[in-house]
């Protein structure tokens, strides 16, 4: 068993600059860094290989000093990427295009302990006995066997990951590839606000997740990843019991951007557990203005975002047109009467989303809100109804899933 104090973990992974407009945040992480950060804060010895630029390498030069239990080696790239989101929940822009980024040299290690992330700029080699393994990309992802070995093995993927890895989406399927394909110890599969399921050979674990004041989720997958590593490697527990203060740990980061041991984190634990339901069978109506590009351009991402969630959307626009027709207008009513919960986009008050709220509040209806601009007094009379305001549009939409 390796000792709490002091142990060593070997990263494999990105540094990448990461810009959020949601939350209004400019920081250099990256999926590797990240990895990193959890387990110096939870003091272990980290060593650490990724590929940068100067301004990477000095970035990591400073953390060195203050960590003094990180050592690090940066490949030579000629760029720092770039990670851009309106919100996280939208897909980025990335700087330089994908298209412009040139591959490194390959990352050549042997570790005992490892935490390999899949790279936009560099491929690796890794030969390790224990071995968490996250690909980081649906889009052709790269399968271990290809890259390592390790005589332990555990994939932490989502759905789309290990469909397009197995190249099937049934999941008996899925399984048989990973165990037998790869020789996985382990899979767990990540289902977003529901939790995850960790799979071995012969037995299969749901994995909760929970619901958090504020949802911080960029990094939130690396965070799931990195500390399930440190609960089994460092910690040597149990993998089901590692899966779940993983998933717990990752609750601390999206609400407070922590980096906790939650077995020893002296605590109690608030959080409520998600309740897994059938978001397919779900109705959201999209209350916002349409008028400008601007509005029409966010409208979509908000509805794409949910959409990802498989729940149903109506939005005035596409599902009834623009006009002034008596026509459209009853079947904007039909949408809010038919619908299971109403998100509003309150940003500069538009008449027609306030009275959209406001029929909403009638019919007792449950009402998200979210608004960066406008003062929260102007919504004083949806107060006493079924209504929660938020000023993060990412955390305004899990709370919408989870209450649906």
């Known amino acids: 068993m390796q000792s709490s104090s002091k142990a060593r973990l070997t990263v494999i992974g990105g540094t990448y600059r990461e810009i959020d407009f949601d939350s209004l945040s400019h920081e250099i992480f990256g999926s590797g860094f990240r990895a990193c ?51 996280p929940l939208a897909n980025p822009d990335i700087f330089p295009g994908l298209l412009n980024i040139s591959k490194t040299e390959d990352i050549i290690v042997k570790a005992e302990y490892a935490i390999a992330f899949g790279m936009i700029e560099s491929d690796f080699r890794l030969d390790a006995k224990k071995v968490v393994y996250d690909p980081q990309t649906s889009t052709n992802p790269k399968k271990f066997s290809e890259c390592g070995t390790a005589e332990q093995l555990v994939y932490i993927v989502n759905m789309s990951e290990a469909s397009s890895l197995a190249k099937s989406t049934n999941l008996e399927v899925i399984k048989e590839y990973f165990f037998k394909g790869e020789n996985a110890k382990a899979l767990i599969i990540k289902n977003g606000p529901y939790g995850a399921t960790l799979y071995e050979v012969h037995k299969a674990y749901t994995i909760p997740s929970y619901i958090t004041p504020k949802v911080h989720k960029i990094g939130s997958g690396d965070i799931f990843t990195s500390s399930f590593a440190y609960y089994w490697i460092i910690k040597n527990l149990p993998l089901n019991i590692c899966a779940h203060y ?132 102007k919504l004083l009379m949806l107060t006493p109804g079924n209504f929660t305001s938020f000023n993060n549009l990412t955390t305004a939409i899990y709370h919408a899933i989870w209450n649906l």
């Open 246 to 377: 993983a998933s717990l740990s990752t609750a601390y980061y999206c609400d407070i951007q922590a980096y906790i041991d939650v077995q020893t984190f002296n605590h109690k634990n608030e959080y409520k557990k998600v309740v897994p339901g059938d978001l397919s069978k779900k109705t959201i109506y999209l209350a916002a203005p349409f008028f400008s590009l601007s509005d029409l351009i966010f409208v979509d991402k908000v509805r794409d975002a949910f959409l990802a969630f498989g729940v149903s959307v109506f939005t005035p626009f596409p599902n009834v047109g623009i006009g002034h027709d008596e026509l459209i207008a009853k079947k904007d009513i039909e949408g809010l009467d038919n619908a299971d919960l109403i998100f509003c986009l309150f940003d500069h008050l538009d008449s027609g989303t306030l009275i959209e709220s406001g029929y909403s509040q009638a019919k007792n209806k449950k009402i998200i809100g979210y608004h960066r601009t406008c003062n929260d007094d």
């Open 37 to 87: 950060k959890f387990l110096l804060e939870n003091d272990c010895n980290v060593e650490y290989y990724t590929s940068g630029n100067i301004e990477i390498a000095s970035y990591l030069k400073e953390n060195a000093k203050a960590y003094g239990n990180l050592t690090f080696n940066v490949n030579h790239s000629t760029e720092c990427i770039s990670f851009k989101y309106s919100f």
